[in-house]
């Protein structure tokens, strides 16, 4: 292997950029969604703790999309730059998925963000609900763009290779290929919790601390409710997006179970060491027929194995294994939490609880761990293709751009994003650690009308 | 498929005029950032483009999204053949980027993040000059792919365009403030577009003596047969512009130095179009020899056709949801003192 091997380095530089930015609208996804509820909220009984929560959440939404927009912009060009092979083969297929998602979403996001940040005083409240509302929908609709196209790279459809690029017969079968159902409701469920938990935590933070009791308690109620409905639903919709990916890429299943013989019976690995060398698990504790019974209903329902293909097409085994079992471990962690929660609510001490606000500030960062635990078994396991099944990894990069170049941007990203994800984590803890502003005296006493500043604490300097 | 091909191109070509203008003018802000007259004009400077920043943004990702639903191999050519400087625009706008919100939350630490804006804002308006230059001057093309080396955009031409970029920027920059501030940042920003339009004078007028000498092709273009009766309305008219440019500065009018300023792009950027006609990667790639496939063309241009209009009109709505003075405070007022 030569010094600086391009391929390696084009997809380390991938892997951290696509999920350094995936974090971003993970939450601004989800938040887009709390925040409408808040104001509906405020608009409906004009209640002003649902205007105090809305613009304390929505600081942290748009410090949270600034840096989507930023690392957003940075792989809208890095297809190009380091994927060229990959760009000019599927560009024909994906390219006008890739522009539906800037005309649709991007567009009406960016147009509709400013009003919603700095446009109280300047339209009325109802206008500026429906910015709320219009941006809401932008973060959906890019994530169905988005999505439908990291589908069709894992399950094609649609569209034939000829004479080097792809040439599409169907757009509404390359849309919804066959995986792209559930992997947008997974990934926006996904969303949704990982706000939820999000809330709840800083909520929980408050409630501990005893400050900002009113719309902490409210937002932690919300947040609350939400994980009991969420988490439930998130892991039917993993079970049925696992069902899926076993009839489309029965070798990324493979993986997941850490299963290496295509047979019945097949035990549910709790852990194993997976040794791909070997072709074989060490230190296996598992639950007898485990693994047949979630895939096939059935204890002596077959499970494919990953030695029904050549070693060169397996992915990495150990990834997709380990990251599989930590998003699924945090999905059950996650539904104690909203259990918990309903039976502290029934009891009248949601509020209370000790230990379920420790809980609620302990898991304030996991649904982040894992989203990108779930992107990991995908991405991984879909490896080593970029077009499962059709375009290898390898014919995939960019073969002019040398190794020397794409070393050198790759720890440029990492300091580069390494001091802004620091920087982004200090003025988010600053913003919590202010709380939410109370209204100004002159907003609720004078005019009431005035009760439209979203950053009051801005236009009356405190000091 | 030709005019498939050609409408296309005029898509892409549209992208990338509408960015040029509209992030122009917030890039120019932010290269003029450090020469302000104080901590009060740099607040009102940043809120005049914050409500906007971001949807002007989005076309260079419209641009770059364009091309890959257009012309894929034209995009797999020109990104790998434009690496270092691609990447060092994409640093810059993250810098610039993030100051939006990590300035207005920082208290001690707004000077670092003044030194970003203004850095991020620089850089990636040198870099997009320099990336004109490098496509204008040509890309060496093998088959559907790259085949020169790292550096092959670095010429004397393209660091000439990248100056003029950002001093063509600054005055966008400097005449937009003139429209959207008052006092003494107004004043400022009026002495600002006179040297900076004198500066885009120059640039404009080296780059259109530069650009015929590149080619014969491209000389021909303009000078061949009675190619230069036709195409005598563009420096006319850029002739025109900047007299009114001027006139319209000292005059003390708001609106009419940012128009006059953005009509020298269009025009210069029509200079450039002509120049490179039919080639999307000069010298030798031409848009019909690397279109889309036809279903992907009809697809993204019915897709282009509906919503294009329907973003033109909420733009348009979103800028006058601001319209009238930016203040220092209101927006993302921050109370920098000096």
């Known amino acids: 292997m030569p010094p600086f091997d391009a391929e390696i380095l084009a997809r380390l530089q991938f892997a951290f950029t696509v999920s350094f930015h995936i974090l971003f609208p993970t939450l601004t996804i989800g938040l887009a969604g709390f925040l409408v509820f808040f104001e509906a909220r405020y608009l409906r009984s004009h209640d002003e703790a649902w205007l105090v929560l809305y613009r304390f959440w929505v600081k942290i939404f748009a410090l949270t999309f600034g840096m989507g927009v930023v690392s957003g912009l940075v792989l809208s060009y890095q297809f190009g730059t380091n994927w060229s092979e990959w760009s000019r083969v599927t560009g024909p297929a994906l390219g006008p998925l890739i522009g539906f998602e800037v005309l649709t979403a991007f567009f009406l996001e960016a147009g509709f963000l400013g009003i919603m940040l700095f446009g109280w005083q300047k339209v009325g409240p109802r206008l500026h609900f429906l910015a709320t509302c219009l941006v809401a929908a932008g973060t959906a609709i890019s994530a169905f763009w988005i999505l439908a196209a990291n589908s069709w790279m894992q399950t094609p459809a649609g569209a034939t290779l000829i004479d080097g690029h792809y040439i599409v017969d169907d757009w509404f079968a390359v849309i919804f290929n066959p995986s792209f159902p559930w992997r947008l409701l997974h990934m926006t469920t996904a969303s949704y919790l990982t706000t939820a938990l999000v809330v709840s935590g800083i909520s929980a933070f408050y409630l501990s601390n005893g400050s900002n009791r009113e719309v902490a308690r409210r937002a932690f109620s919300v947040a609350m409710w939400g994980m009991l409905v969420l988490a439930p639903l998130q892991i039917f919709l993993g079970d049925q997006h696992g069902l899926n990916t076993l009839e489309h890429q029965p070798i990324k299943v493979a993986a997941m179970e850490g299963n290496w013989e295509t047979r019945g019976g097949v035990p549910f690995h709790i852990f194993a060491m997976p040794d791909q060398k070997e072709q074989r698990n060490r230190l296996e504790i598992s639950i007898p027929y485990g693994s047949s019974l979630i895939l096939r209903h059935d204890p002596d329902g077959i499970v494919p194995g990953l030695k029904d293909v050549p070693v060169e097409d397996q992915p990495p085994v150990g990834i997709v294994f380990w990251s599989f079992r930590i998003m699924v471990g945090l999905g059950f962690l996650f539904l104690a939490l909203g259990l918990w929660g309903a039976w502290a609510r029934w009891r009248g001490t949601l509020y209370d609880g000790v230990w379920l606000r420790r809980l609620a500030v302990l898991l304030t960062p996991a649904g982040f761990v894992a989203t990108l635990a779930g992107w990991f078994v995908t991405e991984v396991g879909r490896q080593p293709y970029t077009v499962y099944g059709v375009m290898r990894t390898e014919d995939s990069f960019s073969p002019t751009v040398t190794g020397a170049s794409i070393a050198t941007t790759l720890v440029l990203f990492l300091i580069v994003y390494g001091g802004l994800f620091g920087a982004y984590l200090y003025y988010l803890t600053k913003l919590v650690r202010r709380g939410p502003d109370p209204l100004t005296t002159r907003e609720t006493e004078e005019s009431p009308e005035a009760i439209r500043g979203a950053r009051p604490g801005l236009v009356v300097p405190a000091e | ?338």
């Open chain 2, 1 to 338: 498929m030709e005019t498939l091909a050609i409408i296309s191109g005029a898509v892409i070509g549209i992208a990338i005029l509408m960015y040029v203008v509209l992030d122009g003018f917030d890039l120019g802000v932010g290269i003029l950032f450090p020469f302000a007259p104080d901590g009060g004009s740099r607040n009102t400077m940043i809120n005049s483009v914050a409500p906007v920043w971001d949807g002007n943004e989005t076309w260079l990702i419209l641009g770059g999204g364009g091309l890959l639903v257009f012309f894929p191999i034209a995009y797999s050519i020109a990104l790998p053949a434009f690496y270092i400087p691609v990447m060092a625009m994409l640093f810059a706008l993250i810098f610039r980027g993030v100051t939006f919100e990590f300035r207005h939350q920082a208290h001690t630490s707004t000077h670092l993040w003044n030194r970003s804006f203004f850095w991020g804002s620089l850089i990636a308006a040198f870099m997009q000059g320099v990336l004109l230059g490098a496509l204008v001057q040509g890309v060496e093309v093998e088959g559907v792919r790259y085949a020169g080396g790292m550096f092959d955009w670095l010429t004397p031409f393209s660091v000439l365009t990248g100056i003029g970029v950002v001093v063509g920027y600054g005055l966008l920059g400097a005449t937009w403030l003139i429209y959207k501030t008052e006092g003494h940042v107004q004043d400022w920003a009026r002495s600002s577009a006179v040297v900076l339009g004198g500066g885009t004078l120059i640039a404009m007028v080296a780059v259109s003596v530069m650009t015929p000498l590149l080619r014969p092709a491209i000389a021909d273009r303009w000078f061949g047969g009675v190619n230069i009766l036709y195409l005598s309305p563009i420096p006319l008219l850029t002739l025109a512009l900047t007299v009114l440019l001027f006139w319209s500065i000292f005059s003390k009018r708001e609106l009419l130095p940012f128009l006059s300023s953005i009509g020298l792009f269009v025009l210069g950027f029509a200079g450039i179009a002509i120049s490179l006609y039919p080639n999307i990667i000069p010298p030798s790639v031409a848009v019909w020899d690397v279109v889309a496939p036809r279903s992907s063309v009809i697809f993204a241009l019915v897709g282009v056709a509906v919503v294009l209009p329907m973003v033109l009109l909420y733009t348009v709505y979103a800028y006058s949801v601001f319209h009238g003075k930016a203040s220092e405070h209101g927006g993302y007022a921050h109370h920098e003192h000096e």
